[in-house]
């Protein structure tokens, strides 16, 4: 994979997560935080550095709290990131 293709998957991921987080079950409350500063960076197409810092935080906070999914589709977004995310760090 290309730095930009993996660039690319790991804007998507990120995309995809905050996008079903927005209407996130109560239990997944203590991510709330951290996913919309990483929307917010979405937004502003800040660099992807920036993106990537925000990105580990979710993750870290994701195992920190020891959340459980009940979500599908928050489980499978939470999973993309993580994937996107070593695609990335691997292309650099």
């Known amino acids: 994979m290309t730095p930009d ?23 997944l409350t203590p991510l709330i935080e951290s996913v919309r500063h990483l929307a917010d960076l979405l937004a502003a197409d800040a660099e992807v550095d920036h993106l ?4 580990l935080t979710v993750i ?26 070593a695609d990335l760090d691997r292309s650099t």
């Open 52 to 55: 990537e810092d925000a990105a």
């Open 5 to 27: 293709d993996a660039e690319t998957e790991f804007r998507a991921a990120a995309a995809r997560l905050a996008q079903v987080m927005r209407h996130h079950p109560p239990a």
């Open 60 to 85: 870290d906070t994701c195992d920190r709290s020891g959340l459980e999914f009940s979500d599908p589709s928050v489980l499978a977004a939470m999973e993309r990131l993580r994937e996107a995310a």
